[in-house]
């Protein structure tokens, strides 16, 4: 009787041992990083694209979406969330230049006349 008792115990303590303690488990943020979209806003074309700069970064040429009417899914560009002074050139004439706010994960849409 002891030693089934005895047998019985030492099996369920090798059995309560072998089981996982703790969960496992992964958690991570959103990057950290927003997007620039530019869309026509008027009847002028921007076959070319035109030239964008944010903040002192070096400027790059940027495609300007044209709207449609279910949707606007066109081309995005990443940049670094908060305060940004964005400038848009086209053809030496400036067509927008502000500064925005934008958030992390946020699209900020810049409408050109």
Do not use: W
């Not at 030492?10 to 959103?30: H, P």
Request: a positive charge.
């Amino acid at each position: 009787m002891k030693i089934t008792r005895l047998l019985l115990i030492t099996l369920i303590l090798c059995s309560f041992s072998a089981c996982k303690v703790g969960v496992a488990s992964k958690s991570g943020g959103m990057d950290n990083q927003s997007y620039l979209q530019f869309i026509q806003g008027g009847s002028r074309s921007y076959g070319d694209g035109v030239t964008a700069y944010v903040d002192d970064n070096p400027a790059f040429t940027a495609k300007v979406d044209v709207p449609k009417r279910r949707s606007i899914k066109g081309n995005s560009y990443v940049i670094k969330p908060g305060t940004r002074h964005v400038k848009v050139v086209s053809n030496g004439q400036t067509l927008y230049e502000k500064d925005v706010v934008i958030g992390n994960q946020e699209t900020k849409k810049i409408v050109l006349p």
